[in-house]
């Protein structure tokens, strides 16, 4: 329940797009967050900002 609610919030935030997938995980499904960089114009300052959105929503804090 706190990766879907994580995920959640990442989208309504509407700074990132992330995505989920199902992995087994002590023979049981684990609802896991993706994150996909597939264009050639993304930086890495484009990844450590998502980075430290993914941070603050992990924790509760405003993603801003």
């Not at 879907?4 to 023979?27: K, Q, W």
């Not at 609802?31 to 993914?54: D, K, N, Q, Y």
């Amino acid at each position: 329940a706190r990766n879907r609610d994580l995920l959640d919030r990442l989208n309504a935030s509407g700074r990132v797009f992330m995505t989920h997938t199902a992995l087994p995980i002590n023979g049981r499904p684990a609802f896991v967050v993706r994150c996909c960089v597939g264009s050639t114009l993304t930086r890495i300052e484009h990844v450590r900002r998502a980075w430290e959105w993914i941070s603050a929503a992990a924790d509760g804090r405003a993603i801003v």
